[in-house]
């Protein structure tokens, strides 16, 4: 079981700049798949970003891509969200999610995969 709480959120102008942080709890932090998501008012969940266990890969959302980097320090028990050249678009409530590490197949972009969740960090971009 890992504990997720993420903050950094809040107002930003368009073109700039915010970090996320993603604070986990335990000491197998290092065994979970880790993923941002964001989910603004009336919409469904969105993938924004994934990072392995071993920080072997990455994977972006298209609406992010090129945009936001995702990346963790398992000896910190963390997980970063970088965004630049924020979008009003972007404005969302910011997830943090993990998943247990396993060998099979499955989709890194599902919100269905990942068990554990924190408390949501909210990201307002201003025009």
């Known amino acids: 079981q890992v504990q997720l709480v993420e903050s950094g959120g809040g107002l930003v102008q368009a073109g700039g700049s915010l970090r996320l942080s993603c604070a986990a709890s335990?000491?197998?932090?290092?065994?979970?798949?880790m993923a941002w998501f964001r989910q603004a008012p009336g919409k469904e969940r969105e993938f924004v970003a994934h990072?392995?266990?071993?920080?072997?890969?990455?994977t972006y959302g298209d609406s992010v891509k090129g945009r936001f980097t995702i990346s963790r320090d398992n000896a910190k028990n963390t997980v970063t969200l970088q965004m630049n050249s924020l979008k009003p678009e972007d404005t969302a409530v910011y997830y943090c999610?993990?998943?247990?590490?396993?060998?099979?197949?499955?989709?890194?972009?599902?919100?269905?995969?990942?068990?554990?969740w924190g408390q949501g960090t909210q990201v307002t971009v201003s025009s």
């Open positions: 990072i392995s266990t071993k920080v072997t890969s990455t």
């Open positions: 335990g000491r197998t932090f290092g065994s979970y798949h």
């Open positions: 999610a993990a998943r247990l590490l396993t060998l099979r197949v499955w989709d890194r972009d599902d919100p269905a995969e990942y068990a554990y």
